[in-house]
């Protein structure tokens, strides 16, 4: 790179911006997509915006339009994303110096490609590569994901565009607007600074805010070291860690009970505060991330029928069993109705958490886990009433002030921030979210601490007491039965409900239907005093509290486990066309000499490098998409033919994942 060769500048940043060119540039990030709100990678994916990404691209226009800036030119990548921002962003600001400045597409801009990674989970990502593999993977300079793109190499083309698109205009005096991606800007604000690839540090960049040249350089300088970046790998490992964190602080707080063996635990007005605070800490950081006004429209009708369906039979069951006499004869069996209670209550709060961390759709964990939240409590109070079971009902006063303060409040301060400020509390999200986590490990932490008996240990290791060891061996037994039970039957749903649910769907119906809402159902029998053997209550909690922190950790390993072989098949059976490929395909297929390829013969371009790539040839219908989707592109002067440099450049840099777009458009 003739760039990366040139010796460092010295200058500050604002003389070196200052002196090189008279114009001025702006570059804007796109607003958010559905893969950034569902933690998934995107890349060459071509995803559309979120209702809340076009407001993040209507405060880019407000942004330009307090600038007082009018363009004389427009760039932007070819992706969804990007251009719809850009239209929302212009229509707003009314920023272009004559209507008749046309917006132009170059595909040097268009986002980095993640190869095979595009449309994974994070997360997940991150667990299986590890986080200095991942890091290495995705942030460095020269490594890349199987099939995707260095850094260097969008280095290279996001240089090449300003030199040969943006100076020229700069070096005439006019302005320049240009609409694109992350991991296109940030190798950008490098070229612009005069450093090399080798320097490169993702900065998460915000959505929907208007950079000078200045702000991008500053932006870079400010955040690839220090506070900021030790910030950044704090937040992505308390992330990527959470789910073992909340196992490990549940069994610290126990492992503190047994030592301490306090009889007392924390005091009840004390738990009870705590645990409120913290989901609502947790609560409020969850749903900065999630627009929950648009998540309501996203939920299909059946993952709904699914999550419903089971929630009605878990219920007859419950009532059948709770009101034929055939487990409750007296007091001594309360313990009896507690597990069955298990399989009624709702899904936890928590459950759009789970969702992001292991690939799940969100909108059905989000929605249904609020709906449930708020009926199944009412639906309970009716049955007591009826039942008349010695069970603390007033429990369920504290859940609902759990839904007013721990969920409600802070949902709707979240939500509310998103909607008025939709940059800095999209950037608050992303620099503070460990805050959420750590809550929520506080929580987990208390609770081990509260519901461990004290005497634990003792019942455990050397027994004094044969009712209280009984009791804990009996409700393990209870606790593996109805744990494992919900999990086999949740998998059948899943497999059953393959076909009508997509993969992420069905993740989260699995989530909506393994994760019991703990706190409701531990309130109904806290302080319950009026039975012969307190014992079995403690350990049913205790047991139940154990699995609800713990049991998650062992799924995870396994998803990641699934995870790890999807990617491991996927590598095996990938890979990158080389330009020496493409250039002998083309000639193979340009019989006329005309050094471009038409439509048709594009199609079976297309066919042959699936032929040398994953052995089977897609559809013809997938083909002529792919097609059209790569003419849209390259075909510039619209004469309907691409040439070989056109192809070369385009399927060199991004390989055909194209392909994957496929879905989104045909459905």
């Known amino acids: 790179m003739e760039m990366a060769n040139n010796p460092i500048e010295t200058t500050s940043t604002s003389e070196r911006v200052k002196n090189e060119h008279t114009g001025n540039v702006y570059f804007v990030r796109h607003g958010e997509s559905t893969s950034n709100e569902r933690n998934i990678f995107a890349g060459v994916l071509d995803v559309g915006l979120t209702a809340f990404g076009k407001l993040q691209a209507r405060r880019a226009g407000l942004d330009i339009k307090k600038k007082g800036v009018k363009f ?201 505060a705590i645990i409120v605070a913290c989901l609502a800490v947790s609560t409020f950081y969850t749903y900065l991330d999630i627009d929950f006004a648009a998540s309501k429209r996203k939920v299909s009708q059946t993952v709904k029928n699914v999550v419903y369906a089971w929630m009605l039979l878990r219920w007859a069951i419950g009532l059948f069993l709770i009101f034929s006499g055939f487990l409750y004869q007296g007091p001594s069996d309360l313990y009896k109705i507690l597990w069955v209670l298990f399989l009624m209550v709702p899904p936890a709060l928590t459950s759009p958490v789970l969702s992001i961390l292991w690939g799940g759709n969100l909108y059905p964990s989000a929605v249904l886990s609020r709906i449930l939240s708020i009926i199944t409590p009412v639906a309970l109070i009716g049955m007591f009433a009826i039942a008349k079971l010695p069970i603390n009902v007033s429990g369920l006063h504290f859940f609902f002030i759990i839904l007013i303060v721990g969920l409600a409040v802070p949902g709707a301060i979240a939500q509310a921030w998103r909607g008025r400020s939709p940059v800095n509390s999209n950037r608050h999200s992303k620099e503070w979210k460990f805050i959420g986590v750590l809550a929520v490990v506080l929580m987990a932490c208390a609770t081990g601490f509260q519901f461990t008996p004290a005497t634990f240990v003792a ?127 083309f000639h193979q297929l340009d019989t006329d000499g005309s050094k471009s390829l038409s439509r048709d013969e594009i199609i079976e371009f297309l066919g042959l490098v699936e032929d040398m790539t994953v052995g089977e040839r897609s559809s013809e219908e997938i083909r002529s998409y792919t097609t059209d989707y790569l003419f849209r592109i390259l075909d510039t002067d619209k004469n309907g033919t691409v040439d070989l440099k056109e192809l070369e450049d385009y399927v060199s840099t991004y390989g055909l994942v194209v392909n994957l777009n496929v879905a989104t458009d045909l459905t």
Not at 87 to 110: M, T
Not at 141 to 163: C, D, L
Not at 187 to 202: D, F, M
Not at 475 to 501: G, W
Request: neutral net charge; contains cysteine; proline residues 4%.
């Open 72 to 272: 004389d030119a427009v760039y932007v990548s070819h992706m969804r994303r990007a251009r719809q921002t850009c239209e929302i962003a212009l229509d707003v600001s009314q920023a272009l110096k004559s209507p008749d400045i046309p917006i132009q597409i170059d595909h040097r801009i268009s986002e980095k490609s993640f190869g095979i990674f595009a449309g994974r989970n994070l997360n997940l990502l991150r667990l299986a590569l590890g986080y200095e593999g991942f890091e290495e993977m995705l942030h460095s300079h020269n490594e890349a994901p199987p099939a995707g793109e260095k850094i260097a190499q969008v280095y290279e083309r996001a240089a090449s565009f300003y030199k040969e698109r943006v100076v020229p205009h700069l070096e005439r005096g006019e302005d320049v607007l240009v609409v694109c991606h992350q991991y296109v800007l940030e190798p950008l604000a490098l070229h612009l600074s005069n450093l090399p690839p080798t320097a490169y540090h993702h900065l998460k960049l915000p959505n929907g805010k208007a950079l000078s040249r200045e702000d991008l350089i500053k932006f870079r300088d400010t955040e690839s070291g220090g506070i900021a970046a030790l910030r950044k790998k704090i937040n992505d490992l308390s992330t990527m860690w959470a789910i073992f964190l909340y196992a490990i602080a549940f069994l610290l707080g126990s492992l503190l009970r047994g030592v301490t063996a306090s009889t007392s635990g924390i005091p009840s007005g004390l738990f009870i």
């Open 459 to 585: 019942d455990v290791l050397s027994p004094t007491d044969p009712t209280r060891s009984l009791a804990c061996l009996q409700q393990l037994a209870f606790a593996i039965l109805i744990f494992l039970l919900m999990r086999v039957l949740a998998v059948l749903t899943v497999t059953y409900s393959n076909d009508k649910l997509i993969k992420a769907e069905a993740q989260d119906a699995y989530i909506l239907l393994v994760n019991p809402n703990f706190f409701l159902w531990a309130a109904l029998f806290s302080g319950v005093s009026t039975i012969a053997n307190q014992a079995n209550l403690k350990y049913a909690i205790f047991w139940a509290a154990l699995g609800f922190f713990c049991i998650p950790v062992l799924e995870q390993i396994l998803f990641m486990n699934t995870f790890s072989n999807e990617l491991l098949r996927e590598t095996l059976r990938s890979s990158r066309m080389a330009t020496d490929d493409v250039k002998r395909l």
